[in-house]
């Protein structure tokens, strides 16, 4: 079974997209990464280059706020704010 992270970032824009990017691409087989935000944000456009870089897609990611989350079950939380 797969671990569950959530990461959260002040506007859910960068930060934690990018790391729920890298880890769904990269560790996927053993974790399922979502991200969300304290406050709503829109995807920054950086963010988005810079996993491209890498090859890692996050162009079709949205911001979302910490209470779509609310009655979800998750094994760490990995606040960035």
Not at 47 to 73: C, N, P, T, W, Y
């Amino acid at each position: 079974m797969k671990k569950r992270v959530l990461f959260v970032c002040t506007h859910n824009s960068a930060r934690s997209q990018m790391a729920v990017g890298y880890m769904n691409a990269r560790y996927g087989d053993r974790y399922e990464a979502f991200s969300s935000g304290t406050e709503l944000g829109t995807l920054n456009p950086y963010a988005v280059r810079a996993m491209a870089e890498i090859g890692i897609e996050i162009s079709g990611h949205r911001s979302k706020d910490l209470d779509e989350f609310d009655e979800q079950e998750m094994d760490l939380l990995v606040a960035g704010l």
